[in-house]
C-alpha cells in the first residue's frame, strides 16, 4: 500500500518517525497536535491534496471497519477530533495524551476527501486513489497487481516506469519463479 499511498507521517528503516505529507507537527498541549501539510501535493487523479483529504481520511477508517477483516479503527481510536484550520494545517485532539499518536498515523493512507462516504463500500479500482509513487492500474485475483509509476511524486520519480506484483501460493512455485527469472525477488523465502 505503501508503492499507491502516503500517510502523514512515515516511519524509516529505524522505525523513527519522518516527515511525509506532514512537513511538520507540534504538541500545542498534552491532547492537541498541529501538522503542516506539503504544499504543491497531487492525487494520481490530479486533485490538490488539503488538509480536507486528511480529515476525511481519519473519518473514513471508522465507515471502513464496517466491512473489513482487518480494522485501522485501533490506529484512530485515541483521536477525539481532527479538523482542518485552513487547507494546508490539520489539528487533531486526542482524548488524552496520546504518546503513539505519530506512530498511528504512519499507518493510515490518506486519500481524495471525496472518497470518505465509500469507507462503507469495498473501494472499486476507480477510487484506489493515493499520492505515492505508482499509480494502481489493475489487480486480478489471487494473481497479481499492477502498478504504474507516479511522474509527479512529490519526492521525485520511482526508478521503475511499472511493477508487477505477482501472488505465489505456493513456496515452490515462489523459488521456482524466482530462479526462472520470472520474478526480480520474493518474500516468504521457505
Known amino acids: 500500500s505503501r508503492s ?3 500517510g502523514m507521517v512515515n516511519q524509516d528503516d529505524k522505525q523513527k518517525i519522518v516527515p511525509a505529507l506532514a512537513i511538520s507537527w507540534k504538541a500545542t498541549d498534552a ?7 506539503r504544499p504543491d501535493v497531487t492525487f494520481h487523479d490530479g486533485s490538490a491534496f488539503a488538509a480536507a ?6 473519518h473514513r477508517v471508522a465507515l471502513a471497519a464496517k466491512n473489513s477483516p482487518s480494522s485501522y479503527l485501533p490506529y484512530v481510536a485515541d483521536i477525539a477530533e481532527v479538523r482542518a484550520i485552513d487547507p494546508l494545517t490539520v489539528e ?3 482524548k488524552q495524551p496520546a504518546a503513539l499518536l505519530l506512530n498511528n498515523l504512519s499507518r493510515i493512507a ?3 476527501a471525496r472518497l470518505e462516504k ?4 469495498a473501494l472499486s479500482n476507480k477510487d484506489i486513489i493515493g499520492t505515492g509513487p505508482f499509480k494502481f492500474v489493475s489487480w486480478t485475483p489471487n494473481d497479481q497487481v499492477i502498478l504504474a509509476r507516479n511522474d509527479h511524486y512529490w519526492r521525485g520519480k520511482a526508478e521503475w516506469d511499472h511493477v508487477t506484483l505477482k501472488m505465489y501460493k505456493n513456496d515452490s512455485s515462489r523459488v521456482a519463479a524466482l530462479l526462472a527469472g520470472d520474478t526480480d525477488l520474493i518474500e516468504n523465502v521457505p
Open 4 to 6: 499507491v499511498f502516503d
Open 31 to 37: 491532547a492537541t497536535w498541529v501538522f503542516y501539510l
Open 53 to 58: 483529504d486528511v480529515v476525511a481520511s481519519i
Open 92 to 94: 487533531i485532539k486526542t
Open 110 to 112: 490518506i486519500l481524495p
Open 118 to 121: 465509500v469507507g462503507t463500500e
